[in-house]
């Protein structure tokens, strides 16, 4: 399980850095590098439920391989012909990856259920130090010419797919059938809903275009109605009744607006030239690269520190206190930012508070229902997550488009101050959900099954 995440986190970190260096190789500015960016948050969002799905129609093993498949053509696409196209092809089909997870932790759970929260913290430890490994890796490569960093994922890919076929498979019972109806409702809304949200300052809130497009999310809440009344929902709604499961959800989704939706940012930022934009550290891939790293170790120490954490002050408090270190550095990076040194302190804050987030949400999630229903749980929280990275990334590319600075491509330092404002503001709503939330000890809850009527002795949460 341990190859297959640390491919994944090879995946989620080797492009970014590369970003700055092929946007000047390939000719894409700065604004369209950042759509490279939300094209894969928009993929992980589709694909999070439809692999989940799946796994528990066909089992986990089966999918985990197709997935991992999948991402192995893409990275292997994008390394032998990096071309605008095919990089936005690549990283599509890369989107797989966020089948990963959930998948995963359905056969953690069923083959070594003792091992449930050690085992979930131990892996986002390897994918985040995976991340950080695979920027830096892509970064030497790209020394002399930025493409070569795109076989960074090509060699893992290998030892993943190895490792997936040695896997067991989960013995949790399968049965139902996919939902095309409801897949197709979702993907359609989902694609609506990031579109406008990016370029919807490009075309004009009020053209045809955003118009149109704005009308199409209407979609969802036809895709809402539709799950609801299925027999076998794509997506369980209807565990959204269990308040644990919803708040984790809501929060998991605040909490990755920023932490995940900024990063193809952080990356622009820190290539960005101050003699070109007056902003930026001027760094190259390598450099990016370390500083990466250097936050997701902080991720890593903030992950295997989560275990030791809720036992001591709960998992209320460390919910609440990762929204919370969230809020503060995206406000220090928005009020400090002219030095590496200031950037980086805030950075590291954000860096340790996502080791936090990732840990503890997917470990809730997981024990919120009963073993059965663990990917479905797991799935709904990667969906959150997904979602709110992409919608993140969609703001932000907004704000990019409404502050490019005309006839240059670049992008004016106010796109970034109102990019940092707004994942601090949502930091604090996700902090604000994390304070509703009622531990099982202390509200008395018990795991039940959507259809289920859900009762707490505290109150709802």
């Known amino acids: 399980m341990a190859v297959v995440v640390l491919f994944s986190g090879i995946v989620q970190g080797y492009l970014t850095p590369l970003l700055p260096e092929l946007g000047r190789q390939l000719h894409i500015g700065g604004v369209g590098q950042n759509n490279i960016y939300l094209l894969s948050q928009l993929a992980f969002a589709v694909m999070t439920p439809l692999l989940s799905r799946l796994g528990d129609l066909y089992g986990h093993r089966r999918l985990l391989r197709a997935a991992l498949a999948m991402v192995a053509g893409g990275s292997l696409l994008m390394a032998a012909w990096p071309t605008a196209v095919t990089l936005a092809v690549g990283v599509?089909?890369?989107?797989?990856?966020?089948?990963?997870?959930?998948?995963?932790?359905?056969?953690?759970?069923?083959?070594?259920?003792?091992?449930?929260?050690?085992?979930?913290?131990?892996?986002?430890?390897v994918l985040l130090i995976s991340i950080?490994?695979?920027?830096?890796?892509?970064?030497?490569?790209?020394?002399?010419?930025?493409?070569?960093?795109?076989?960074?994922?090509?060699?893992?890919?290998?030892?993943?797919?190895?490792?997936?076929?040695?896997?067991?498979?989960?013995?949790?019972?399968?049965?139902?059938?996919?939902?095309?109806?409801?897949?197709?409702?979702?993907?359609?809304?989902?694609?609506?809903?990031?579109?406008?949200?990016?370029?919807?300052?490009?075309w004009g809130w009020a053209s045809p275009r955003t118009l149109g497009a704005a009308a199409v999310p209407v979609l969802l809440a036809a895709w809402v109605a539709v799950e609801r009344r299925s027999t076998h929902p794509l997506v369980s709604v209807r565990m959204l009744s269990n308040p644990r499961l919803a708040v984790i959800s809501g929060y998991t989704f605040c909490a990755a607006f920023g932490t995940?939706?900024?990063?193809?940012?952080?990356?622009?930022?820190?290539?960005?030239?101050?003699?070109?934009?007056?902003?930026?550290?001027?760094?190259?891939?390598?450099?990016?690269?370390?500083?990466?790293?250097?936050?997701?170790?902080?991720?890593?120490?903030?992950?295997?520190?989560?275990?030791?954490?809720?036992?001591?002050?709960?998992?209320?408090?460390?919910?609440?206190?990762?929204?919370?270190?969230?809020?503060?550095?995206?406000?220090?990076?928005?009020?400090?930012?002219?030095?590496?040194?200031?950037?980086?302190?805030?950075?590291l804050v954000v860096g340790f508070a996502t080791g936090l987030f990732e840990?503890?949400?997917?470990?809730?999630?997981?024990?919120?229902?009963?073993?059965?229903?663990?990917?479905?749980?797991?799935?709904?929280?990667?969906?959150?997550?997904s979602l709110g990275a992409a919608i993140g990334a969609a703001v932000i590319g907004a704000f990019f488009a409404a502050h490019a600075l005309r006839g240059t491509g670049l992008i004016g330092?106010?796109?970034?101050?109102?990019?940092?404002?707004?994942?601090?503001?949502?930091?604090?709503?996700?902090?604000?959900?994390?304070?509703?939330?009622?531990?099982?000890?202390?509200?008395?809850?018990?795991?039940?099954?959507?259809?289920?009527?859900?009762?707490?002795?505290?109150?709802?949460?």
């Open 92 to 125: 599509v089909l890369q989107g797989a990856l966020v089948g990963f997870f959930p998948l995963l932790v359905g056969i953690l759970r069923s083959r070594a259920p003792e091992r449930n929260r050690a085992g979930i913290s131990l892996l986002v430890g």
């Open 132 to 202: 950080g490994v695979g920027g830096l890796v892509a970064g030497v490569l790209s020394e002399r010419h930025a493409a070569a960093g795109l076989w960074t994922a090509v060699p893992v890919a290998v030892l993943a797919v190895a490792a997936g076929a040695v896997l067991p498979d989960s013995d949790v019972p399968r049965g139902g059938r996919f939902h095309f109806g409801a897949a197709a409702l979702l993907t359609a809304g989902l694609v609506a809903l990031v579109l406008v949200l990016a370029q919807g300052s490009s």
């Open 260 to 347: 995940i939706g900024f990063l193809g940012a952080n990356a622009l930022f820190l290539g960005a030239s101050p003699a070109e934009t007056g902003y930026g550290m001027g760094m190259g891939p390598q450099t990016i690269a370390t500083i990466s790293l250097a936050m997701v170790i902080a991720g890593f120490a903030g992950s295997t520190l989560t275990p030791r954490l809720t036992h001591r002050v709960g998992d209320r408090a460390v919910l609440a206190s990762g929204g919370c270190l969230i809020a503060l550095g995206f406000a220090g990076m928005a009020l400090f930012h002219d030095t590496l040194a200031q950037y980086l302190a805030s950075a």
């Open 359 to 385: 840990s503890i949400t997917r470990t809730l999630s997981a024990e919120a229902v009963v073993e059965d229903e663990t990917a479905l749980a797991v799935g709904l929280n990667e969906l959150a997550l």
């Open 413 to 461: 330092e106010s796109g970034y101050l109102w990019s940092w404002g707004a994942c601090a503001c949502v930091a604090l709503l996700g902090t604000v959900l994390a304070l509703r939330y009622r531990e099982p000890r202390a509200a008395g809850t018990q795991l039940v099954r959507p259809s289920e009527h859900v009762t707490e002795s505290g109150g709802p949460a």
